[in-house]
């Protein structure tokens, strides 16, 4: 007789997976530790704030599982179920660092960031991707997604970093839900209840057949456990996010004048790579990103063959530094990311212009500095990018910023403009230092005003009056560095057209930002704004883990 993991509860699911007798929970709900943004909304907090962390064996082999409640605010991911998740998956890796062989098991039934915590929801993703990408040079990251919500958001983003994804048919696996596709785009973009349509984009079988999971598995416990088994002892050997060339030649070869369906997906990714590379007309639009990257590199020409992303490398404070822009283009033949959005070639064009560089640099003491210029509108909303995986281009960014970081690059992110949503996951997050220009007109945000409105079911004015009591949920710059993490937030007269008095002030700030960075994350939760509340609970969980941890 089957029996059913889909219909387990969070912690149902880890004690499933784990032997029996071996289940130990760490923070459970007993210590209460629960997310203090909630109740001042009016929404009732849980004890376990829908992440539950379980260690155990799987047949005999240590393990974490890190299992996400999807019936608690959709899966949400909050300051309080971001660092449980983060901070375990740290503690992990200095275990693995001191010889011991745990491997790492992540449950996806999430929506992506809790809306209600907006900012702090995206810099506890962009934690968590780091400590996989540093994880996954050890030992395999397992990601489950068993259904009911399915994964979405930036937690999509994050599973596709995963060594080995397992599915059920009746999963979703997208980085933008059908319904905000459709606020974002359109009901001619995306009509969100054609179910059909959307089970043939998203579901966890044409994810399997598109060659974008590993595993596809019977809602079966048994099932489940063989499977995560099966990813341990024949790990994959390349990643997708490492396949740069390969989605690129093969994104290069759509036809975006038809309605490409899973199959045309299939045939595509069982070419070889083609030698024939898309024509890409270039319409540069001026923007703060295309303004800055040629006030750094001094007029450089972009070494990109791709139009809407700028790579330039200069001399800069001293030390060669590649500068990396994504900016608008209005020949982008992708037409939801013609305004700087970060949509599937930005996202691959990214990882492969930052991987030249770990490769060049690869036997270099003195390795080169790598500056994200940060103006990205969003990722893009689309029908296309959606069924060709936008989140796995997303992530081949964040892979690749977060494994230069740890190679032993510099990387700054230098933010100019907006700064939202997957877009900001992928171009921006991944640096360990922070510089933002003090900018009334620059927004910081999960997603546009408009979408999460209608996500949460609430007006554009109960939004606004929510950042009142929740600095995380407001847009303007200044909110976000209450939280704690930028190095600098740098005031100057003039934004778009900087004199030299500008300028140097920036450069200096930069600067120092560049000789700070490190090969981790960690300083986001050490800069004075984070300790004086604005991570509190942050580095207040990270402290409870710790404690019980060994």
């Not at 966890?204 to 002892?233: C, H, N």
């Not at 704690?484 to 934004?495: K, M, Y």
């Amino acid at each position: 007789m089957k029996t059913s993991f889909i219909e387990l509860k969070g912690r149902e699911r880890a004690q499933a997976l784990l032997d029996i007798n071996t289940f130990e929970e760490i923070l459970d709900p007993f210590e209460r530790i629960e997310s203090p943004h909630l109740p001042a909304q009016g929404i009732v907090p849980e004890s376990d704030d829908g992440v539950v962390i379980a260690r155990g064996t799987i047949s005999g082999q240590p393990a974490v599982i890190l299992s996400i409640e999807g019936s608690f605010q959709g899966g949400g991911i909050g300051e309080v179920s971001g660092s449980k998740i983060a901070g375990s998956l740290e503690y992990v890796l200095k275990d693995i660092q001191n010889g011991k062989k745990i491997i790492p098991v992540i449950i996806f039934d999430t929506g992506g960031v809790r809306l209600q915590e907006a900012n702090y929801g995206l810099l506890c993703i962009s934690e968590i991707q780091s400590a996989i990408v540093a994880l996954k040079r050890h030992v395999p990251v397992i990601g489950l997604i068993p259904g009911n919500v399915g994964c979405f958001g930036g937690m999509s983003i994050t599973a596709a970093l995963c060594s080995t994804l397992i599915i059920t048919e009746t999963a979703r696996f997208g980085l933008n839900g059908p319904e905000v596709i459709e606020q974002e785009a359109g009901i001619e973009e995306l009509n969100s209840r054609d179910r059909r349509l959307i089970w043939d984009t998203i579901g966890g079988r044409s994810r399997f057949e598109t060659g974008l999971v590993d595993q596809l598995v019977e809602d079966d416990i048994p099932a489940f456990k063989k499977a995560i088994i099966k990813a341990v002892t024949e790990p994959d050997t390349i990643s997708r996010t490492r396949q740069i060339e390969h989605y690129l030649s093969l994104i290069s070869q759509i036809d975006l004048s038809v309605k490409n369906t899973k199959t045309d997906f299939i045939e595509l990714n069982k070419k070889k790579k083609t030698e024939v590379k898309a024509v890409l007309e270039n319409k540069p639009v001026e923007g703060k990103g295309r303004t800055w990257f040629t006030i750094l590199t001094e007029g450089a020409s972009s070494i990109s063959e791709y139009p809407s992303l700028l790579v330039a490398d200069t001399q800069f404070e001293g030390k060669l530094t590649r500068f990396i822009a994504v900016v608008p283009n209005e020949a982008n033949r992708f037409p939801r990311a013609r305004h700087g959005e970060v949509g599937l070639l930005e996202g691959w064009a990214i990882a492969k212009y930052v991987r030249q560089a770990i490769d060049e640099d690869a036997h270099k003491a003195d390795k080169r500095n790598i500056v994200a210029i940060i103006d990205v509108p969003s990722q893009a909303y689309g029908y296309h990018e959606e069924l060709f995986g936008i989140h796995y281009a997303c992530a081949a960014g964040v892979d690749a910023y977060a494994s230069a970081r740890i190679s032993g690059h510099s990387v700054t992110g230098f933010i100019v403009g907006n700064a939202i949503s997957g877009a900001f996951l992928t171009h921006g997050m991944q640096a360990s230092r922070l510089v933002a220009l003090n900018d009334p007109s620059i927004n910081i945000q999960a997603m546009s005003k408009e979408s999460a409105a209608r996500i949460t079911k609430r007006t554009i004015a109960e939004l606004e009056k929510a950042t009142q009591k929740v600095p995380a949920m407001a847009y303007d710059v200044a909110s976000f560095n209450a939280l704690g993490p930028l190095d600098a937030l740098v005031t100057i007269t003039d934004t778009t057209h900087p004199d030299s008095v500008d300028i140097q002030k920036v450069s200096a700030a930069l600067g120092k930002a560049i000789h700070k960075a490190d090969d981790t994350l960690n300083q986001r939760l050490e800069t004075p704004n984070a300790i004086n509340q604005g991570r509190a609970y942050s580095r207040l969980v990270r402290t409870k883990i710790g404690e019980q941890w060994n």
